[in-house]
């Protein structure tokens, strides 16, 4: 069984700068495609980014220009630099990875304040 675990949310102040990483354990093949998406209370859940085990790039026009995805496949560990926050960047983000069936991660609060 595939297991993400998220890490480096927390609150910042618009403008700012925030970097997450999620870790991927338990897979037997490496994964096809990694990403993050996020959830704002009471809205659904929306991609943000996305990366390809081959290096295809995929962002939310939202935060395109402010942030940036990057995976080490040697680590098994998906990347989300968070450049210039806003207060609409307040979600909960949660990581994705695929390989025939997808996976979630928990989630991790990321709060921007103004």
């Known amino acids: 069984q595939v297991q993400l675990v998220e890490s480096g949310g927390g609150l910042v102040q618009a403008g700012g700068s925030l970097r997450l990483s999620c870790a991927a354990s338990?897979?037997?093949?490496?994964?096809?495609?990694m990403g993050w998406y996020r959830q704002a209370p009471g809205k659904q859940r929306d991609l943000v980014a996305t990366?390809?085990?081959?290096?295809?790039?995929n962002y939310a026009d939202s935060v395109k220009g402010r942030f940036t995805i990057s995976r080490d496949n040697a680590k098994n560990t998906v990347y989300l630099q968070m450049n210039n926050l806003k207060p609409e960047d307040t979600a909960v983000y949660y990581c994705?990875?695929?390989?025939?069936?997808?996976?979630w991660g928990q989630g991790t609060q990321v709060t921007v304040s103004s």
């Open positions: 990366l390809t085990s081959g290096g295809s790039e």
């Open positions: 338990g897979n037997r093949y490496s994964l096809n495609l």
């Open positions: 994705f990875a695929s390989r025939f069936v997808g996976y």
